[in-house]
C-alpha cells in the first residue's frame, strides 16, 4: 500500500429537535467500522470518527473521536482530515436536522408542534474543497430503489460529488443497515461503475481499501 494514514467516519448522526428528542437514521456503523478494522490488520494508522455506534462494534487499536450531530462529525473530520492520506466517508449523515424548540416537548402542550427542517453540511464537500495535494477520499451513499435504480443513482451522485471514489450500496427491507454482509457499488468521478463487490462487512472493506490504493498509486 502506498499510503500510511486513515481516517474513516462511522455511524448515523443524531439532530436534535428538543432537550430529548432526535433526528436520526438506521445507521449502526458497522459497515465503518470494519473498514477501520480491515485497514488496521492492514497495518495503517486509523482514526475512527464515530456518530453514536456501539463499543462493541468499534474495533480495538484505532484512535476513535466521539461525535453525536453532523456538525459535530464536519468539526471532528476537518480537523483531522490534514493528518490523514485517504479519508473514507462512511458515516450516515442525516441530511437535514430540525430547528431546535426550547425545553421538551409535551403531549399536554395546546399544540401540536410542527417539525422543520434545515439542511445539516455536506461534510464530503467540505473535505474535497479543503484537501491537500496527493489525498484520496472516498464517499459512500446509501440509497433505495431497485438494484437498477441503485446503480442509476448512484453514477448520478458520483458524477455530482466528484470524489474520488463513491462506493454504494441498497438500503431498506433488510438490505445494508444492521446486517453483517454488504454489496457496494464503486463508481469514478466521472459515474462510470467500476467494480462491484459482496461479503461480510470487513470483507468488502478490505476491497474497498485496495482500490484506494491503486487509487493513490495514480
Known sequence: MTFTKVLVSAGGTREPWDEVRFLGNRSTGRQGCEIARAAVQAGFEVTLVAANVEAALLPPDVTVKSVETAVEMLEVMQEMAPHA????????????????????????????????????????????????????????????????????????????KQADLLAVNQVGAGKGFATPTNTLFFFDRDGQEIAVTSGTKFAVGQYLLQLADKISQN
Open 85 to 160: 492520506d485517504v479519508i473514507i466517508m462512511c458515516a450516515a449523515v442525516a441530511d437535514f436536522r430540525p430547528k431546535p424548540v426550547a425545553g421538551k416537548l409535551s403531549r399536554h402542550d395546546n399544540q401540536i408542534p410542527t417539525l422543520e427542517l434545515e439542511r445539516t453540511p455536506d461534510i464530503l464537500q467540505h473535505l474535497l474543497a479543503e484537501r491537500r495535494p496527493g489525498q484520496v477520499i472516498i464517499g459512500f451513499g446509501a440509497l433505495t430503489g431497485t438494484e437498477a435504480e441503485v446503480r442509476a443513482k448512484g453514477a448520478a451522485k458520483a458524477r455530482h
